[in-house]
């Protein structure tokens, strides 16, 4: 699943969480920002991480709503 296009980015860890959030989007259809807040761990700490989970998020055509 997402694994394969974040391998060398995140831990297998942070690679599960954003597992969870691809499922979450799929399911509602987007994602909000707060769900994401919910779900990244906070060893998501780095602005540059953060930034590829919501750039994989956005090239993978899932809506992130305010």
Same mark, same amino acid.
């Given at each position: 699943? #997402? %694994?394969?296009?974040?391998?060398? #980015?995140?831990?297998?860890?942070?690679?599960?969480?954003? +597992? /969870? *959030?691809?499922? *979450? =989007?799929?399911?509602? $259809?987007?994602? #909000?920002?707060? /769900? @994401? %807040? /919910?779900? *990244?761990?906070?060893?998501?700490?780095? =602005?540059?991480?953060?930034d590829?989970?919501?750039?994989? *998020?956005? $090239?993978? +055509?899932? %809506? @992130?709503? %305010?």
């Amino acid at each position: 699943m #997402t %694994n394969i296009n974040l391998k060398n #980015t995140f831990s297998p860890q942070h690679q599960q969480k954003v +597992d /969870e *959030l691809v499922s *979450l =989007a799929k399911e509602q $259809g987007f994602v #909000t920002y707060e /769900e @994401i %807040n /919910e779900v *990244l761990p906070m060893s998501f700490d780095s =602005a540059d991480q953060i930034d590829q989970v919501l750039i994989f *998020l956005s $090239g993978m +055509d899932i %809506n @992130i709503l %305010n």
